[in-house]
Nanobody, 124 residues
Framework: QVQLVESGGGLVQTGDSLTLSCAASGGTLNSYTTGWFRQAPGKEREFVAARRSSAYPLYADSVKGRFTISADNAKNTVLLQMNSLKPEDTAVYYC??????????????????WGQGTAVTVSS
């Protein structure tokens, strides 16, 4: 089982940038589909972005053009670069990973390992 640890969250202002990291142990992320999801208070966990080696990344419409998902294979880490942050981006961000996706990368139920989350707050 892969263990994941997110980091990089914090309190920022509208328009600022932030980079989240998802560090893995017990498995090589380059062999997995890795996704970023977020959960705002009182809401369900929602898809943000996902990637897999040798495939195009996938983004939610709400973050397309502002967020970039990438991998640092040397550190066995997946990053989420977030630019032009908005108050509606405020949430706890989680990374998840799985070897096999049977439906959609957007489906939270497809991911078998999760980190503990890192909180992002964007003030207006």
């Amino acid at each position: 089982q892969v263990q994941l640890v997110e980091s990089g969250g914090g309190l920022v202002q509208t328009g600022d940038s932030l980079t989240l990291s998802c560090a893995a142990s017990g498995g090589t992320l380059n062999s997995y589909t890795t996704g970023w999801f977020r959960q705002a208070p009182g809401k369900e966990r929602e898809f943000v972005a996902a990637r897999r080696s040798s495939a195009y990344p996938l983004y939610a419409d709400s973050v397309k053009g502002r967020f970039t998902i990438s991998a640092d294979n040397a550190k066995n880490t997946v990053l989420l670069q977030m630019n032009s942050l908005k108050p509606e981006d405020t949430a706890v961000y989680y990374c998840g990973t799985t070897r096999v996706v049977r439906s959609s990368w957007r489906d939270v139920g497809q991911y078998t390992s999760w980190g503990q989350g890192t909180a992002v707050t964007v003030s207006s």
